[in-house]
T-cell receptor, first 117, second 111 residues
């Protein structure tokens, strides 16, 4: 089956530094990937839609200058949390859609637990 | 009103019980329906995928879609402690349309 790989699975960084999270679709091309944030005991919150070759589309309330998204190829999207602060500590998950014959399947990465100290 | 409604639980059942998880939705354009299982501190894992109305069975899992009632269900037979997780329903209109998720139901299967 399709696999989406996300790296790193866990990262601890100092306040003020930047952290990059990678999301790869391993056996299919994904022109669109999605980035979610999940707080403890809450559901997924869509942050932004990453489109290959164009600018990402951010959901309302998400700072595009803080959460930089780059979708450089059909299999790779990156999320960079810039000048991280403790309130950015969360679980970040990427998702890629495999679309074939109109059927849409959303596959998720393993998630990245970010802790900002 | 949210597009997708899902009881957050928690739902506790004894091992071996039949579990019924449900979601309702309001958008009649939804055509594709999915169920995900998410273990603590892991990304969601696609469990079941159905198109339009009907049933789909995979091992101990059965997904049902009733588009006329805008209601979907996931049944787990012979539940196991390893089934303890949060189950999210999700749906979309197909293609690259946004997938809308329920809030998830936390299930605990007690040995």
């Amino acid at each position: 089956g399709a696999v989406v790989s996300q790296h790193p699975s866990r990262v601890i960084c100092k306040s003020g530094t930047s952290v990059k999270i990678e999301c790869r679709s391993l056996d299919f091309q994904a022109t669109t990937m999605f980035w979610y944030r999940q707080f403890p005991k809450q559901s997924l919150m869509l942050m932004a839609t990453s489109n290959e070759g164009s600018k990402a589309t951010y959901e309302q309330g998400v700072e595009k200058d803080k959460f930089l998204i780059n979708h450089a190829s059909l299999t790779l999207s990156t999320l960079t949390v810039t000048s991280a602060h403790p309130e950015d500590s969360s679980f970040y998950i990427c998702s890629a859609y495999r679309v074939a014959k109109g059927k849409t399947e959303a596959f998720f990465g393993q998630g990245t637990r970010l802790t900002v100290v | 009103q949210k597009e997708v409604e899902q009881d957050p639980g928690p739902l506790s059942v004894p091992e071996g019980a039949i579990v019924s998880l449900n979601c309702t939705y309001s958008n009649s354009a939804f055509q594709y329906f999915m169920w995900y299982r998410q273990y603590s501190r892991k990304g969601p894992e696609l469990l079941m995928y159905t198109y339009s109305s009907g049933n789909k069975e995979d091992g101990r899992f059965t997904a049902q879609v009733d588009k006329s009632s805008k209601y979907i269900s996931l049944f787990i037979r012979d539940s196991q402690p390893s089934d303890s997780a949060t189950y999210l329903c999700a749906m979309s209109g197909g293609g690259y349309q946004k997938v809308t998720f329920g809030t998830g139901t936390k299930l605990q299967v007690i040995p």
